[in-house]
Structure formats: structure tokens, C-alpha cells
């Protein structure tokens, strides 16, 4: 078993609610194309996937954890839903090159994985991305600068990439959201 998969489990299993999706899927949902492929990449519970099969789309979600899969599975059945969920290491398991519509990442950084996440894109694919930043307050998420991304790191990484919408530390519908960089990007 991976280190990984036990602590993921572990929070999984301790956790007091559901998934929810990214405050900026959930603020340009409006964005999703009527069909397509979705993901979400490093599920967790899974609040982003259950909203891309609210929307119509065929829906996708990874996580290194069985607990979080079977969590989110429970939730799509209960909901009316069908996901394709599946335990994978996205870490040694990135998508496929244009695979999909839509991908969403929330609270997940791997900098490596950037350039497969956005070949996986299909052309005109969105990409939903949420994670923590290295600015301000630092008083939620990971402890360590290595897990969080440096001032404007995520805009720099998508210059391939149509921009849409960016927010870093500053979030007008979601004040609470500080240290936290977000980006919608299509593929052009």
C-alpha cells in the first residue's frame, strides 16, 4: 500500500461532511459545456465530480484513496448519479493526452503533472484549477512552501493556455478564500 493512500484514507474516513466542489467551479459553473467528458483530478469526496454529473457530463473522478472512492460512489448512487470513479495514483497515472472536456483540480499540487494535465485537454477543454498559494496567511492547508504554489506560479504555468478567469488571494464572492490561487484556462 502507498504511504499516501493510508493517511488519505485515514482523513477520508474522519471526515464530518461530504465533498464540496471548488469555489471557482461552483462560481463559473456556467462555463461547463452542455456535454462532454469531465474529471476530477485527485477527487478527494468527490463535491467536484458530483457537480459535472449534476451538469450532464460524463464524469470522471481519481483518488489514491478506496475510502474516498467508495465514499463518492455512495454519494452519485444516493444522488441519482452515475460517476466512473476509480482508486488511481495520479502522481503515476496522469490522463491521457485529449482525453478530456473538462478537468478539474482542487487543492492537489504536483508541478509535474502540469504539462500532462494540460495534454489531456481536449481541444476547446476547460481547466478549473484551485490550490493554496505561499502569500499572506498560511492558517489553512499544507504546512509545507512545496505544496503550495508561489505568487502568479499557476497563471505562469498556463501560458499555453486561454485565460478565462484568474483570481489569487482575493476573491470577491468568497472573501474567506485567501492563500488560495484559482484559474479557469481553455485550450486553444
Known amino acids: 500500500m502507498h504511504p499516501d493512500q493510508t493517511k488519505w484514507d ?5 471526515a464530518q461532511s461530504a465533498g464540496k466542489p471548488a469555489a471557482i467551479l ?17 477527487c478527494g469526496l468527490g463535491g467536484n465530480a458530483l457537480l459535472l454529473a449534476q451538469h450532464g457530463l460524463d464524469t470522471h473522478a481519481w483518488d489514491i484513496s478506496p475510502v474516498a472512492i467508495q465514499t463518492l460512489a455512495e454519494q452519485a448512487l444516493h444522488s441519482g448519479l452515475f460517476i466512473q470513479s476509480e482508486v488511481r495514483d495520479v502522481d503515476h497515472q496522469p490522463p491521457a493526452a485529449s482525453s478530456f472536456d473538462v478537468i478539474v483540480v ?4 504536483d508541478r509535474r503533472l502540469f504539462p500532462a494535465l494540460l495534454q489531456a485537454l481536449k ?3 476547460l481547466l478549473f484549477y484551485q490550490t493554496f498559494t505561499q502569500t499572506l496567511f498560511q492558517d489553512i492547508g499544507p504546512g509545507r512552501p512545496e505544496y503550495r504554489l508561489k505568487s502568479n506560479e499557476l497563471l505562469q504555468q ?12 482575493y476573491f470577491p464572492w468568497r472573501p ?10 481553455k485550450k486553444i
Do not use: K, W
Not at 34 to 39: D, P, Q, R, T, V
Not at 106 to 109: K, N, T
Not at 158 to 169: G, K, R
Open 10 to 14: 485515514q482523513r477520508y474516513r474522519n
Open 158 to 169: 498556463m501560458t499555453d493556455l486561454q485565460v478565462i478567469a484568474y483570481h489569487e488571494n
Open 176 to 185: 474567506e478564500l485567501v492563500d488560495e490561487a484559482c484559474i479557469i484556462a
Open 123 to 125: 481541444p476547446q477543454g
Open 26 to 42: 461552483e462560481q463559473y459553473q456556467q462555463l461547463l459545456p452542455a456535454e462532454g467528458i469531465a474529471l476530477d483530478f485527485a
Open 106 to 109: 482542487s487543492y492537489f499540487l
